[in-house]
């Protein structure tokens, strides 16, 4: 059965950190593109950040560059997200998503075909 689980969503107060992770199963993701949505409460889902298969490329939302920054172990089959200087507005749950077609550039315009996507983790962020 293929996969994405994310965690390490949680509570936390404003300035600070949290570490999301997407660990991928059920077959070989190192050559998915793989990256984080969020959806705030009453809003659309946004797109956060992408990581190519080798991860030499990554791309950011303007809400997350500077702050955010991806990273990906093909060993571990699995995605991060390292998340700092967060702020009452990141609160959102996070999914992880995964797909072979659309390169990370262009995952703000085409999140509807993406392939794969998990459940999704809360993230909190208190004043």
């Known amino acids: 059965q293929v996969q994405l689980v994310e965690s390490g969503g949680g509570t936390v107060q404003a300035g600070g950190s949290l570490r999301l992770s997407c660990a991928a199963s059920?077959?070989?993701?190192?050559?998915?593109?793989m990256g984080w949505f969020r959806q705030a409460p009453g809003k659309e889902r946004d797109f956060v950040s992408a990581?190519?298969?080798?991860?030499?490329?990554?791309y950011y939302a303007d809400s997350a560059k500077g702050r955010f920054t991806i990273s990906r172990d093909n060993a571990k089959n699995t995605v991060y997200l390292q998340m700092n200087s967060l702020k009452p507005e990141d609160t959102a749950v996070y999914y992880c998503?995964?797909?072979?077609?659309?390169?990370?550039?262009?995952?703000?315009?085409?999140?509807?075909?993406?392939?794969?996507w998990g459940q999704g983790t809360l993230v909190t962020v208190s004043e």
């Open positions: 059920g077959r070989t993701f190192s050559n998915y593109v």
């Open positions: 990581i190519n298969w080798s991860g030499k490329n990554t």
């Open positions: 998503a995964a797909d072979l077609a659309y390169p990370g550039g262009s995952w703000s315009m085409y999140s509807g075909y993406l392939e794969l």
